[in-house]
């Protein structure tokens, strides 16, 4: 049987995607280390709870970025990780340090990129008026947020949304598509086309469209 493939998961807080991606058990993976710059990251409890071995490096006792990547490298490298997964890890990262772990650094963003990058992205979202948004785990390059997509979830921006209730509808969304993103590269499924985009072998894809229409009035479902 082949060895299985080892995830180390950065975080900055609360660890709900790291949560769920050590919930999902993914066949072949084995989440090595937990990794947080912030030493009061709530997921850091979650996943000492379920010995995962787990690590600060804070980032306010470094003086420069690069200083920082260099540690982080560091402790990343002696879990000998297959695949670096950005789940809310909240630190810029430099281009010496996305280079090392080009092909096998993922993350999740909280917008249907190119669309939002950056923070703040369910308010933009609503702010524009917006029918949909969603989220987007894809591989990590210098251009922050910017990366070949591997998968997207969309989900509706209604009339009455909040930020708080559109970012609780896509969080939903994202704990499913990052271990199914994640389940892809264990399974080596994954390949860049020569213009830079991903190809998953054998995906299968819902055929459905999703329409929001430009009203405030909501209609009672026909069934
Ligand atoms: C998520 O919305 C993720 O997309 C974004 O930051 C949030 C982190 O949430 N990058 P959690 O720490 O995984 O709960």
Redesign the pocket.
């Known amino acids: 049987m082949a060895a299985e493939k080892r995830l180390v998961i950065l ?1 900055s ?6 949560e769920a991606i050590v919930r999902a058990q993914i066949p072949g993976a084995t989440v090595a280390a937990v990794i947080s710059n912030r030493p009061d990251a709530a ?1 850091l409890r979650f996943a000492q709870q379920h010995g995962i071995a787990t690590e600060v490096v804070d980032h306010k006792a470094f003086p420069t970025r690069d200083a920082f990547d260099k540690m982080l490298a560091e402790r990343i490298d002696h879990y000998r990780p297959d695949l670096v997964v950005l ?2 890890f909240m630190r810029i990262l430099g281009e010496a340090f996305v280079r090392r772990y080009e092909g096998r650094m993922m993350n ?3 917008s249907l990129l190119p669309a939002f990058p950056g923070l703040h992205t369910h308010e933009r979202a609503i702010a524009e008026g917006c029918r949909v948004h969603g ?1 987007t785990v894809h591989f990590v390059t210098p251009a922050l947020d910017h990366g070949p997509i591997i998968i997207q979830a969309a989900v509706p921006v209604l009339p009455e949304d909040t930020p708080e209730t559109l ?1 609780a509808r ?2 939903r969304e ?1 704990h499913r598509i990052y271990p199914q993103a994640i389940h892809w590269f264990v399974e080596g499924r994954i390949s860049l086309t020569p213009e830079g985009r991903v190809v998953v072998a054998q995906a299968r894809f819902p055929d459905t469209a999703l329409h929001v229409p430009a009203t405030t009035e909501r209609e009672e479902a026909h069934v």
């Open positions: 975080i807080g609360r660890g709900s995607n790291m997921g789940a809310g999740i963003h909280p989220a970012a896509v969080l994202e």
